[in-house]
């Protein structure tokens, strides 16, 4: 028997939601029903591409049958709506995914779920209090070449790993300066690597950041030292001051040999180096980070199983340590957690 369709309502069709429509159509169960924005609309089903950091989408057609919508509260009062995905600005994250649990709806909701982590919490609160799935759209721990990350620490694959260090850096996106996107690089996109930190090792006992601001005290570069008692040497550097373009990496060194991640390789971006001197190249899956979410995601809504790869506590713990980091940017100080 073919698996029951899965209805789907996207909200804001920025680049984000854009991607988000494109892996849904690519999913058999998935049924693309409604889509919500108050600006960007589709015209008789189809929706102009959008840039983003990482590459431009071309235009997506959404079908004349789908419903579309000015208002968020009247698109999860749609009964025949499953499942909301939430990509409209950070400021709007916690009403939206609070109603939409609320309205019996299971919720996808892009990082980071709140400006703060108090109101993350509030957010959690109503995770907790409903029948249905709140998953944080936290992609980097679905990336290929990153999502096996986790066992690679916990096996000690190549025994203990030592050191780790992130890198990801960007040209700042022309919405960067929005008070609907407070936080700025240190929010919107360093928090990938202080998420994943968190994954791979758990809360530091402090942590050291250092950055460069803009005139509102948001940090558009940021380079942070995670400070662990008895665990390995970690640090990550985000940045929105690329004259163009965007890369991300990762370097893991284990006893054993060390894990290199460059986006910019291309099909060659993971190369393990072995300590007697053999190098790599590890060819990853064709996917990216997006459609490995969205799919966990999905599977877990059909099986009526609670997503454990990413959790709505985890978006809270996250953003206590971006906040921490954004104390001691300002402070110069480091900030114990």
């Known amino acids: 028997m073919p698996a029951k369709k899965i209805n789907i309502a996207v909200a804001g069709l920025g680049f984000m939601g854009v991607t988000h429509l494109r892996v849904y159509q690519q999913i058999p169960n998935a049924r693309i029903i409604a889509v919500c924005d108050m600006v960007r609309l589709p015209e008789n089903g189809i929706l102009k591409g959008v840039a983003g950091n990482i590459t431009k989408s071309g235009d997506l057609d959404l079908g004349a049958a789908l419903k579309v919508y000015r208002d968020f509260e009247e698109m999860v009062s749609n009964p025949d709506v ?123 006992d402090s942590v050291y950041s250092s950055g460069v601001c803009d005139a509102e005290g948001n940090a558009d570069q940021v380079v942070t030292q995670y400070a662990y008692k008895n665990g390995p040497v970690v640090s990550a550097e985000g940045s929105w001051l690329l004259p163009q373009g965007f890369n991300m990496a990762f370097n893991m060194t284990c006893e054993q040999a060390t894990l290199d991640f460059d986006f910019s390789r ?18 990853l899956a064709k996917h990216d980070g ?27 713990t996250t953003l206590k340590i971006c906040e921490a980091e954004q104390k001691s940017v300002h402070t110069g100080r480091i900030v114990k957690l």
Request: proline share 5%; with cysteine; aromatic share 10%.
């Open 266 to 283: 291309g099909e060659n971006a993971l190369q393990i180096s072995r300590r007697e001197g053999k190098v790599k190249s590890t060819k």
């Open 82 to 204: 499953d499942v909301v995905d939430i990509c409209t600005p950070t400021s709007l994250h916690p009403s939206q995914a609070i109603a939409a649990l609320k309205a019996g709806k299971h919720v996808l909701c892009e990082k980071p779920i709140a400006m703060s982590s108090a109101d993350a919490s509030k957010v959690l609160k109503a995770a907790s209090a409903a029948k249905t799935f709140l998953m944080p759209a936290m992609c980097m721990r679905f990336w290929p070449g990153w999502d096996w990350l986790k066992q690679v620490v916990e096996e000690k694959t190549f025994g203990k790993v030592l050191a780790m260090n992130f890198r990801r850096l960007s040209v700042k996106p022309s919405w960067g300066s929005s008070k609907s996107h407070f936080g700025g690089a240190l929010f919107d996109l360093h928090i990938h690597d202080t998420d994943f930190v968190n994954y791979l090792f758990g809360m530091p």
């Open 290 to 316: 997006y459609t490995g979410e969205i799919r966990y995601f999905l599977d877990c809504v059909a099986k009526g199983r609670s997503p454990i790869v990413v959790t709505p506590a985890d978006s809270v």
